[in-house]
C-alpha cells in the first residue's frame, strides 16, 4: 500500500468502514448461554445490551480469566460477575488511526463503535490491520 492510500485510511472515519454486528445478550443471560452464542456465531465477544443502552462487554479474555476456576457457576447471569462493565467505546466519528492507537493503549483487540448513546458495530484490530 502506497503512503497516500495508507494515509487516508489512517484518517478515515469508522463510520465509513464495514463494521462488525454485534452479537447482543442480556445482561441476565447465563454465562453459558454467553459462551455458546461466540461459539456458534465464531465471535470474539458478546455485547449486554439493556433497553439499548450498553450494559457491557463480555469476552474471549474474560472467559480465560473470570470463568475457569474450579467450581465456575456457568449458569449464573453475566452481569453477577464476570460482565466487564461500562467497557471503553469509541465514536463513529473517530478514525482508524485513533481506534487503533486505543485498542493499542487499552490492550483491547475489540471496540464497541457509538454514534452518541447507540452501538452501531464493532471494530477489530485484526480487520484494521
Do not use: Y
Not at 480469566?65 to 453475566?78: E, I, R, S
Amino acid at each position: 500500500m502506497d503512503r497516500s492510500r495508507l494515509h487516508r485510511f489512517i484518517g478515515q472515519p469508522l463510520a465509513e468502514l464495514p463494521l462488525v454486528k454485534p452479537v447482543v445478550v442480556s445482561p441476565s443471560q447465563s454465562v453459558r448461554n454467553a459462551v455458546d452464542l461466540m461459539r456458534d456465531g465464531s465471535c470474539s465477544c458478546v455485547l449486554a445490551m439493556d433497553h439499548e443502552r450498553l450494559a457491557g462487554i463480555f469476552t474471549e479474555r474474560d472467559v480465560l480469566t473470570k470463568c475457569m476456576a474450579p467450581g465456575f457457576d456457568w449458569d449464573q447471569p453475566l452481569e453477577k460477575s464476570v460482565l466487564t462493565k461500562a467497557p471503553r467505546t469509541i465514536e463513529a466519528k473517530s478514525s482508524v488511526g485513533e481506534a487503533v492507537a486505543l485498542m493499542q493503549q487499552q490492550q483491547h483487540r475489540t471496540l464497541p463503535v457509538t454514534d452518541g448513546d447507540r452501538v452501531i458495530g464493532l471494530v477489530r484490530i485484526g480487520d484494521l490491520l
